[in-house]
């Protein structure tokens, strides 16, 4: 499922360069660029009154400038939140295909926050989603 809402941000903000998991250089680069998106899994909650994992995903959004990582966390906050039906398009990662996945829901956690600046002085924003599944 990660790898087909990286697909989704991807296609969507096509100029940014989107991570799954871990922000790696990949292959052409030297270095991770100070303007990215990562989006981790990170793992679910159980349910309460049923034997059920609920996946949550946290998307970080990373800029120099402070305005454009909070512009970016809301943009996909609104392409994302409380959609219902949304489908996560299909990709192929390292000869394994992920088909498209519909998803019953999507709702975030909180709303999109500012971690502060890193060690760079590079500014990152955060949001947590939790993704329902149609059974």
């Known amino acids: 499922m990660i790898y087909n809402l990286v697909q989704l941000i991807r296609s969507t903000f096509p100029a940014w360069i989107v991570y799954a998991n871990t922000r790696e250089a990949t292959a052409g680069q030297e270095a991770v660029p100070d303007e990215c998106i990562l989006v ?39 392409l994302i939140n409380s959609k219902f039906g949304l489908i996560l398009p299909a990709i192929t990662v390292d000869s394994v295909v992920y088909p498209a996945i519909s998803t019953s829901q999507i709702s975030a956690i909180q709303q999109p926050f500012c971690l502060g600046k890193d060690d760079q002085r590079r500014t990152e924003f955060t949001n947590n989603y939790q993704v329902y599944f149609k059974a």
């Open 40 to 78: 981790r899994e990170t793992g679910g909650n159980p349910g309460v009154w049923a034997d059920l994992e609920i996946p949550t995903v946290q998307i970080i959004t990373r800029a120099a400038s402070t305005p454009q990582a909070r512009l970016l966390s809301q943009q996909i906050f609104d």
